[in-house]
């Protein structure tokens, strides 16, 4: 065996010890008082390199050792910190990860504080190991909230697993322990259960159990669960509610991670231009008549395994395809995506239903199922043509003096009766007609107390 890993085998032995030291030193405390019946204060976000200390409320975090370093970085990466009580020399040691399913994530101490990991770096490529942790306090309680939380924590244990991966066709196993530490029989015990939103009951069945719990007895409960999409999840809390001499205790078992393998294929379709005002029913859009739009198919793999995909998409009713494909298939691999886009022509007016996109999948296991799009309605309306109508001159004669609510238009021939009537002589000077004709008009609305205004007036029309 090379020397260097048998360095890197005698620390994991040595960090293996001290770990399981502490968990044995723990033990009782840990299983005294879970997370949920803690109240956390807000979480304090710190980053520590390899050997790196931090103090926190009394609490000094101290970074002591890695994982085995490699050329890149791995998800499933552990650290393990020392942490000492400044005012007591009070001493704790933990292992955390976040990508491994042996070795948790968070760990409570004493009750008092938790320190979750939320990320590790390694790689012989950096210049240091470090973690990020997030450190949460716990709220004081009152005595006698302190002291009903401590009986049912010596009065019931109840624990709670889920497994820790599964792929997404198969079924997770929940099960629920719980025993009665006490010599007493209690009745009408509760349980409170509930489920994610992308998971199924398999098979279907009424998950809220009401029992009794004999004296020094144990009970298992135990239901199956299937999920609809691929993913990290949190299986959330059991809730226990017990009664007794009038007082109602409630304890919680801690949340339960799964991990759920398997391609997940999400699908959507849009319409650009995009309508102004839409939704699932309805489309209101100004789209005419012979107006050509675009359909974008997007698709996308948020799963973590590969899949074969085949899109299949119909040309709406009413329209006629100008270009692109309204089918592929390709093999999607994990956080790819894929878009398919073609152009139709408006060929009639009123409402046009815009089917459903489809992405038939399948993956090398065999796992296999069809999702699809939303459907949109848009509407078509008649193209509009404004047209021109030459102008019309009109001559208006307003009042200098005042602003009547209606103007009076005057007719090019009653001006002209007004210049007649001037006396004869003005009509024989010099220039009188053409400019002097003008002329002539101006004084005529000068004589009237009015000025004159010439006014282009046209018309337009609206042709459907």
Same mark, same amino acid.
């Given at each position: 065996?090379?020397?260097?890993?048998?360095?890197?085998?005698?620390?994991?032995?040595?960090?293996?010890?001290?770990?399981?030291?502490?968990?044995?030193?723990?033990?009782?405390?840990?299983?005294?008082?879970?997370?949920?019946?803690?109240?956390?204060?807000?979480?304090?976000?710190?980053? #520590?390199? $390899?050997?790196?200390? *931090?103090?926190?409320?009394?609490?000094?975090?101290?970074?002591?050792?890695?994982?085995?370093?490699?050329?890149?970085?791995?998800? +499933?990466?552990?650290?393990?910190? %020392?942490?000492?009580?400044?005012?007591?020399?009070?001493? $704790?040691?933990?292992?955390?990860?976040?990508?491994?399913?042996?070795?948790?994530?968070?760990?409570? =101490?004493?009750?008092?504080?938790?320190?979750?990991?939320?990320?590790?770096?390694?790689?012989?490529?950096?210049? %240091?190991?470090?973690?990020?942790?997030? =450190?949460?306090?716990?709220?004081?309680?009152?005595?006698?909230?302190?002291?009903?939380?401590? $009986?049912?924590?010596?009065?019931?244990?109840?624990?709670? /697993?889920?497994?820790?991966?599964?792929?997404?066709?198969?079924?997770?196993?929940?099960?629920?322990?719980?025993?009665?530490?006490?010599?007493?029989? =209690?009745?009408?015990?509760?349980?409170?259960?509930?489920?994610? +939103?992308?998971?199924? #009951?398999?098979?279907?069945?009424?998950?809220? $159990?009401?029992?009794?719990?004999?004296?020094?007895?144990? #009970?298992? =409960?135990?239901?199956?669960?299937?999920?609809?999409?691929?993913?990290?999840?949190?299986?959330?809390?059991?809730?226990?509610?017990?009664?007794?001499?009038?007082?109602?205790?409630?304890?919680?078992?801690?949340?339960?991670?799964?991990?759920?393998?398997?391609?997940?294929?999400?699908?959507?379709?849009?319409?650009?231009?995009?309508?102004?005002?839409?939704?699932?029913?309805?489309?209101?859009?100004?789209?005419?008549?012979?107006?050509?739009?675009?359909?974008?198919?997007?698709?996308?793999?948020?799963?973590?395994?590969?899949?074969? *995909?085949?899109? %299949?998409?119909?040309?709406?009713?009413?329209?006629?395809?100008?270009?692109?494909?309204?089918?592929?298939?390709?093999?999607?691999?994990?956080?790819?995506?894929?878009?398919?886009?073609?152009?139709?022509?408006?060929?009639?007016?009123?409402?046009?239903?815009?089917?459903?996109?489809?992405?038939?999948?399948? +993956?090398?296991?065999?796992?296999?199922?069809?999702?699809? /799009?939303?459907?949109?309605?848009? %509407?078509?309306?008649?193209?509009?043509?404004?047209?021109?109508?030459?102008?019309?001159?009109?001559?208006?004669?307003?009042?200098?003096?005042?602003?009547?609510?209606?103007?009076?238009?005057?007719?090019?021939?009653?001006?002209?009766?007004?210049?007649?009537?001037?006396? /004869?002589?003005?009509?024989?000077?010099?220039?009188?007609?053409?400019?002097?004709?003008?002329?002539?008009?101006? /004084?005529?609305?000068?004589?009237?107390?009015?000025?004159?205004?010439?006014?282009?007036?046209?018309?337009?029309?609206?042709?459907?």
């Amino acid at each position: 065996m090379k020397i260097d890993q048998l360095v890197h085998l005698s620390a994991f032995i040595a960090v293996f010890a001290i770990f399981a030291a502490s968990v044995l030193t723990c033990v009782d405390i840990t299983s005294a008082q879970t997370e949920n019946e803690i109240e956390w204060l807000d979480a304090e976000e710190y980053t #520590l390199y $390899w050997g790196d200390k *931090v103090n926190v409320s009394g609490y000094i975090i101290e970074s002591i050792e890695y994982s085995t370093p490699r050329y890149s970085d791995v998800p +499933d990466d552990y650290v393990l910190l %020392s942490i000492l009580m400044t005012n007591t020399s009070k001493s $704790w040691s933990t292992i955390l990860s976040v990508n491994n399913s042996n070795i948790p994530g968070y760990d409570i =101490f004493d009750g008092k504080f938790k320190i979750e990991v939320i990320d590790i770096v390694t790689g012989i490529n950096i210049p %240091s190991p470090y973690t990020k942790i997030k =450190f949460y306090l716990a709220k004081e309680l009152p005595p006698e909230e302190y002291a009903k939380r401590t $009986w049912i924590n010596t009065t019931v244990s109840m624990e709670k /697993s889920a497994g820790y991966e599964i792929y997404i066709d198969e079924r997770a196993y929940v099960t629920i322990e719980i025993e009665n530490l006490k010599d007493i029989y =209690f009745e009408d015990v509760r349980l409170n259960e509930n489920i994610p +939103d992308n998971f199924i #009951l398999d098979p279907d069945e009424d998950i809220g $159990w009401t029992f009794d719990l004999k004296n020094n007895s144990k #009970l298992t =409960f135990r239901y199956g669960l299937k999920s609809t999409r691929a993913g990290k999840f949190t299986i959330p809390a059991t809730e226990l509610m017990l009664t007794h001499l009038g007082i109602t205790h409630y304890k919680y078992t801690n949340p339960t991670n799964l991990t759920i393998h398997g391609p997940s294929i999400y699908i959507s379709k849009t319409i650009d231009p995009v309508p102004s005002n839409e939704t699932l029913s309805n489309v209101t859009s100004p789209i005419l008549l012979n107006d050509m739009i675009n359909i974008i198919v997007h698709i996308e793999n948020k799963g973590d395994r590969a899949a074969h *995909v085949y899109i %299949s998409d119909e040309i709406p009713a009413g329209t006629t395809k100008i270009s692109g494909e309204t089918s592929s298939d390709m093999v999607l691999q994990p956080s790819r995506n894929y878009t398919m886009q073609y152009s139709i022509k408006m060929d009639r007016i009123g409402d046009i239903t815009i089917p459903s996109a489809k992405a038939k999948f399948m +993956d090398a296991k065999g796992y296999g199922d069809t999702v699809e /799009s939303k459907k949109q309605i848009i %509407s078509v309306i008649e193209e509009q043509i404004l047209e021109e109508v030459e102008p019309v001159q009109e001559i208006k004669i307003e009042n200098e003096t005042s602003q009547p609510k209606e103007q009076k238009v005057e007719t090019e021939q009653s001006l002209v009766d007004k210049v007649k009537s001037l006396p /004869s002589k003005a009509m024989e000077l010099p220039g009188f007609s053409g400019l002097g004709f003008v002329f002539a008009i101006l /004084s005529a609305g000068a004589v009237a107390g009015k000025k004159i205004i010439f006014t282009n007036v046209g018309t337009n029309k609206r042709k459907k």
